[in-house]
Each structure stands twice: as C-alpha cells, then as structure tokens.
C-alpha cells in the first residue's frame, strides 16, 4: 500500500516548487531580449528541473508557421542534422490542433523525431510538451527530456506548466519590448528625415538665391569675378549641403535607405516627408 505525503512532506514539496519558480522568474525578469530570455529559460529548466534537453518552437507572429525559437543539448541526431527539427512533428500538430491536454495541459509524448532513430539520439524517445499561450493566443511549445527520462508526477506536470506561464509571459514582453524600440527607432527616423528635409529646403534656397543674383549679373553685363563668385558661392552652399545630406542619412540606418545612392536616399526621403 502506497504510503500517502506527510504535512511536512508535502510543505517540502511546495516550497521547492516556489524556490523553482523563484529562480525562474527571477532569471527571466532580468532578460527583455527574446533570444536571451528563452536561453535563459532552457538553462534554468536545466538547472532547478534537472531536465538538461530542451527546445522551443514558436509560431510566427505574422504566418502562424512554427519555427525553432532556441535550443539547449539536442542529440547529435538533431544538432547535426538541422532538417530534422524542420516542418511539423507530432506535439506540434496535437498544439496547433488544441488538443494538448492531461495533467496541468502538459503532454508526455513520444517523439516523432527521434522515434525511429537508432545512432545518435543518446537515449532520448520522450519528451514533455508544455504549451506556450498570451492569454488565448498560442505563441509556441517548450518540450524537455532527460536521457534517464522519468515518469514525471503530477507536482512536477504542475510545474512545469506553470514555467509555462512564466516563459510565455516573458515572450510577449520581449516582444513588446522589440516592438516599442521599433516605434521608437521609426520615430527618431521621421525626426531625421523631417530635420534633413527643413535642412535642405534651406540649403536650396540659398543656392537658388546665389545662381539668380549669378544670373542678374550676366544680364546687367557684371565683371566676370564677380559672377564666378557668385557661382563659386553657390557650388560651395551644394557641397556643404551634400555633405550635410550624406551625415543625416548616415544617421537615419533605416533598412529602406540601405543599398542605395545618395540622391535616390534623398528622392525617398523628400517623397516620404512630402
């Protein structure tokens, strides 16, 4: 007869379980990068779960497609052969589907990957599949395995779903995050542009100042020296101008400026601020 958890076996149990979480939020908190946080969080699983395989798949924000996120000691079958963690797999498609169910909406399952690999895959046939959400949105799946895998409890299940909630969380924060610097990265650009466009509609205006008193002078027969002056001045309002134009879209790294020849930046700006 299975003996049942004392009231103190069962308070060891928790506060383990709260010192797991501790570290783990305490650890994703630091990370506002996606990449780092979910290195962060396969570590971690690592560390306090014993739990040393890890991966994450993501679905893409835009398409929906799954793509893998991060990974931590994969088998060589894997590392080495990066086509086989391409395409859909089994705890992908049950995810996809909704249909990830049982103790704590976390699935052990045979993986499809591995299943039918004989050299290379360092004893790993199971995985557990923990479902990613923001709210009801589905952001992906954590799957992780040992190689002396075990039949894992119904604390560790509940666990594991709430790491979970953690990682899932710190997804969307990274993610909001990325987006802010984003907007703040686009706004400082139209800021740029706006400045070089009010810089340049100066700097043409006074080179169209110079070449009409350039021109007057021809009309009312000046001395030569003082039209070359005149248009000296204005060739070296262009260059500064020009020089002015190349800092300023220099400034502005912007992808859409990328690549190309200074008049055609400056076309793209002059038509966008337009």
């Given at each position: ?140 799946v954590l799957n992780v395995a040992s190689t002396d895998w075990r039949e894992l409890s119904p604390d560790d299940l509940r666990l594991l779903y709430t790491v979970g909630d953690l990682l899932s969380i710190a997804v969307e924060r990274a993610r909001l995050f990325q987006q802010s610097a984003d907007l703040g990265a686009l706004e400082e650009r139209n800021r740029l542009a706006r400045e070089l466009h009010d810089t340049l509609a100066q700097s043409l205006a006074a080179i ?67």
């Amino acid at each position: 007869m299975k003996t049942q958890p004392s009231d103190s076996d069962r308070l060891q149990q928790r506060n383990r379980e709260l010192s797991i979480l501790n570290a783990f939020a305490k650890e994703l908190n630091a990370q506002v990068d996606l990449n780092r946080a979910l290195q962060t969080a396969l570590a971690q699983v690592a560390d306090l779960l014993d739990l040393q395989t890890g991966w994450v798949w993501l679905l893409h924000q835009e398409s929906g497609e799954p793509y893998l996120a991060a990974s931590q000691n994969l088998p060589p079958a894997l590392a080495e052969n990066p086509w086989r963690m391409a395409g859909d797999c089994y705890c992908l498609d049950t995810f996809r589907a909704g249909d990830l169910s049982g103790a704590a909406n976390v699935n052990v399952v045979t993986c499809s990957r591995l299943k039918n690999l004989v050299d290379g895959a360092n004893g790993l046939r199971y995985h557990a599949s923990i479902p990613l959400y923001a709210h009801s949105r589905q952001l992906g799946v954590l799957n992780v395995a040992s190689t002396d895998w075990r039949e894992l409890s119904p604390d560790d299940l509940r666990l594991l779903y709430t790491v979970g909630d953690l990682l899932s969380i710190a997804v969307e924060r990274a993610r909001l995050f990325q987006q802010s610097a984003d907007l703040g990265a686009l706004e400082e650009r139209n800021r740029l542009a706006r400045e070089l466009h009010d810089t340049l509609a100066q700097s043409l205006a006074a080179i169209a100042l110079q070449l009409e008193s350039a021109d007057a002078l021809l009309e009312t027969g000046a001395p030569s020296d003082r039209i070359s002056a005149a248009v000296q001045r204005a060739m070296e309002l262009t260059r500064a101008s020009l020089e002015e134009a190349r800092r300023s879209v220099l400034d502005l790294r912007a992808a859409p400026l990328e690549g190309r020849s200074l008049p055609e930046a400056l076309a793209t700006l002059v038509e966008a601020v337009d």
